[in-house]
């Protein structure tokens, strides 16, 4: 069994910066690959970036150049550096792993960038 917990989110004004981050645990004996997606109220779920067991990275047009996907694999832990927020970034983030062709999701945080 495998655990996926985010934490991170919370309020910030627009140009600002928040780092995400997903902590694995459990049953966690190979790299992984790992994702981070949003819902926004009303929306659909949607890819924000991903990153394969080998480190290589994807990103959504939207935040190209703007966030960035990385790991610590000691730590089992996937980071999303958000910079040059905007109001169209606030949602709710969540964090998927897939290990053996299993995906679980944490239980997501919440992104609100306003004034």
């Known amino acids: 069994q495998v655990q996926v917990v985010e934490s991170g989110g919370g309020l910030v004004q627009p140009g600002g910066s928040l780092r995400l981050s997903c902590a694995a645990s459990?049953?966690?004996?190979?790299?992984?690959?790992a994702g981070w997606y949003r819902q926004a109220p009303g929306k659909e779920r949607e890819l924000v970036a991903d990153i394969s067991s080998g480190d290589k990275t994807n990103y959504a047009d939207s935040v190209k150049g703007r966030f960035t996907i990385s790991r610590d694999n000691a730590k089992k832990t996937v980071y999303l550096q958000m910079n040059s927020l905007k109001s169209e970034d606030t949602a709710v983030y969540f964090c998927n792993v897939r290990l053996a062709y299993t995906d679980y999701w944490g239980q997501g945080t919440q992104v609100t960038v306003s004034l």
């Open positions: 459990g049953s966690i004996y190979s790299r992984y690959a």
